[in-house]
């Protein structure tokens, strides 16, 4: 089956660092889907990437859909406390419902 | 405007037990998916309805059903319940045009608890 690996599974900075983390199928797929997931809430869209190469920003954030369409990588500048929480990606094929999860990198920001 | 409303918020239920858990999708939205989030995991895809009729289904065994009204709402019910069956069950609603739309909005989830 298609398989999704997230890394890294972790991560502990400080305030005002930049974060990046990443995304790789074994599987081509038409959209990648970065999603952040807060304690008790559902996960939130953050940016959506549907075509190869394509680079997207929102606010601190940026994320990449990889040429090969088999990655993507989310970066996040000058992070705050409210960055806090688990990142997800996700992929999907046009036509199709079901968006495959990765396993989520939890982000911890060190006081 | 009110987002996806999910309840309830909490449930514990015995192992062989039935369960339903019930979703309202945001105003507009007709395109109802659900899914489970074990413990430590992303989000597993259950199946997703549209027009009151199931239209995907992800790995799940029979014992995980669902329902859409003519209002949109959805309902999942999960029988003769396990443990392993333990997790935030999600909801998430859309609509159901466009391509390119996977602006899927998600509720806070039924957290379940099988004993």
């Known amino acids: 089956g298609q398989q999704l690996n997230q890394s890294p599974q972790s991560m502990f900075i400080q305030e005002g660092e930049d974060v990046s983390m990443n995304c790789t199928s074994s599987?081509?797929?038409?959209?990648w889907l970065w999603y952040k997931q807060d304690p008790g809430e559902g996960p939130v869209l953050l940016i959506a990437?549907?075509?190869?190469?394509e680079l997207t920003s929102n606010g601190r954030l940026t994320a990449q859909f990889g040429i090969t369409r088999k990655d993507s990588f989310l970066n996040i500048s000058a992070s705050i406390p409210s960055d806090v929480g688990i990142y997800f990606c996700?992929?999907?094929?046009?036509?199709?419902?079901?968006?495959?999860f990765g396993t989520g990198t939890r982000l911890t920001i060190i006081p | 405007d009110a987002g996806v409303t999910q309840s309830p918020t909490h449930l514990i239920k015995t192992r062989g037990q039935q369960v339903t858990l019930r979703c309202s999708p945001k105003?507009?939205?007709?395109?109802v998916s659900w899914y489970q989030q074990a413990l430590g995991q992303g989000p597993q895809f259950i199946f997703q309805?549209?027009?009151?009729?199931?239209?995907q289904r992800g790995n799940f065994p029979d014992r995980f059903s669902g329902h859409q009204f003519p209002n949109y709402s959805s309902e999942l019910n999960v029988n003769a319940l396990l443990l392993g069956d333990s997790a935030l069950y999600l909801c998430?609603?859309?609509?159901?045009?466009?391509?390119?739309?996977?602006?899927?909005?998600f509720g806070s989830g039924t957290r379940l608890t099988v004993v």
């Open positions: 309805y549209y027009e009151e009729e199931e239209r």
């Open positions: 990437l549907y075509k190869a190469g």
């Open positions: 996700a992929f999907v094929n046009f036509g199709n419902e079901k968006l495959t």
């Open positions: 599987s081509i797929f038409n959209t």
């Open positions: 998430a609603s859309r609509t159901g045009t466009g391509m390119r739309n996977y602006g899927y909005t």
């Open positions: 105003s507009g939205h007709d395109t």
